[in-house]
């Protein structure tokens, strides 16, 4: 028996489809070469915004010709376009066999056997059930030997007047420490270097249970084999002193931060409801500076919010210009359906996102041209994670930039030392020093 898994989506979502992996590989699957050959589709969805929504209705369509050879196939449908529209989405697409959200992944297994049993498999609840916890008993199966993704927390207790997550993911739970550091001393018995803690807000893991984010930091480094320790993604308003103290303390915590700033204009953030102001923002950055010596920043930004006006966009551009993000991740507003920003006066229209969108990824070319000239002839150190064409090794920096270099397969999995001989925006061409 095999089965496909097509994941859309933030590294939550990939870590719960390597989860998923784990589950059906101790339940006897194997992965299948593609979604031709397999006798369990599964669909893990993301529903932030309506393209990837479209994309999920799009490959069903695709997968229905499954069916055709092989009759006791079955498709799934999991994750968080699952948790927001319930039965909807079967009424839509009849094809579906099974159906999850990130609540029960744990129950995959009954729900197999209820959907090979000829019934409709159908699991989507209002809050997580009593034995979530049950999801951390099974394995994960990574693709990446010597980097793993470890989720710390799951959902979010943030009321951002245009996300989903608090109705998709649920509000804030965090896994506990014991649990946490299980995995991770499993995963380095299995040979991974880097762990990067993931959670939908990741810098208010133990609010819930009166701990703080930074004694995770600490006590993750005290486990030996773990080189590097990285996490996404972080609010700013949970971002406090204590944190950045962790990061400049802890050498294996790297010099880089996600903290998504979504607008620079004080009136949209609090339309938002953010929680913070620009001049804030800009505060918490100062402060990582003063504490991370050569700390990396990239983000999160929102172009078009409704009432969006031609003054509040320039403030999102003052931003990047103050910051110098290495990485922006740029979004044109989609009104998500039970948001409060969904039905919010002053819709933007979307030449005028697109045009906005376009002069806001012309800003952050250059600055990312001018940010990667300034690593040419620099030493960086970087974790060797795979090789392509038999000799080109392909790593990372402390800082987030992927480098490539000549080498051979005995430098996999290896922490070095290498010069960087041309920087280019998303890549840099190095050598072993």
Not at 237 to 244: F, N, P, R, S, V
């Amino acid at each position: 028996m095999k089965y496909y898994i097509k994941t859309f989506g933030c590294q939550m979502n990939f870590n719960d489809s390597e989860r998923i992996k784990g589950m059906l590989q101790t339940l006897g699957y194997q992965e299948a070469k593609d979604w031709q050959e397999a006798d369990i589709i599964l669909i893990n969805t993301c529903t932030i915004r309506e393209k990837p929504d479209q994309k999920v209705f799009s490959h069903l369509g695709e997968y229905k010709k499954l069916k055709e050879q092989n009759p006791k196939a079955l498709i799934g449908v999991c994750g968080c376009l699952a948790q927001r529209m319930g039965f909807e989405l079967i009424q839509k697409s009849p094809v579906v066999d099974i159906m999850f959200s990130s609540f029960n992944m744990h129950q995959l297994p009954e729900l197999i056997q209820q959907a090979q049993a000829g019934y409709k498999a159908v699991a989507i609840l209002e809050n997580p059930p009593d034995d979530e916890d049950k999801l951390w008993d099974y394995p994960t199966v990574r693709d990446n030997p010597y980097c793993a993704y470890v989720t710390v927390m799951k959902g979010c207790d943030k009321n951002c007047t245009y996300c989903v997550v608090p109705k998709t993911r649920g509000r804030q739970r965090s896994r506990s420490l014991e649990s946490i550091l299980k995995e991770v001393r499993d995963l380095v018995s299995d040979g991974v270097k880097e762990v990067h803690l993931l959670g939908q807000n990741v810098t208010a893991w133990g609010k819930d249970i009166g701990k703080h984010f930074s004694e995770l930091l600490y006590r993750v480094a005290e486990i030996d084999g773990v080189e590097r320790i990285r996490f996404t993604t972080g609010h700013p308003k949970d971002l406090d002193e204590g944190i950045a103290k962790a990061m400049g303390e802890i050498k294996k915590v790297c010099e880089h931060i996600h903290l998504p700033f979504q607008a620079g204009s004080d009136r949209i953030l609090k339309l938002m409801d953010r929680g913070y102001t620009k001049e804030e923002y800009l505060e918490k950055i100062s402060m990582l500076k003063e504490y991370v010596k050569g700390i990396t920043f990239s983000t999160d930004v929102i172009v078009g919010f409704p009432t969006e006006t031609e003054e509040d966009f320039e403030e999102t551009l003052d931003m990047l210009k103050k910051v110098r993000f290495e990485q922006v991740f740029s979004f044109k507003f989609s009104p998500r359906p039970d948001t409060p920003a969904y039905s919010m006066e002053g819709q933007v229209p979307d030449q005028v996102k697109t045009q906005r969108m376009s002069r806001l990824l012309q800003l952050q070319k250059e600055i990312m041209g001018e940010v990667a000239k300034s690593y040419e002839g620099t030493i960086q150190e970087v974790l060797i994670e795979s090789i392509e064409h038999g000799n080109k090794l392909i790593g990372r920096t402390r800082t987030n930039r992927w480098v490539s270099m000549e080498g051979g397969v005995e430098m996999l999995g290896k922490v070095v030392k290498v010069k960087v001989i041309r920087s280019y925006p998303f890549n840099m061409e190095c050598e072993l020093v």
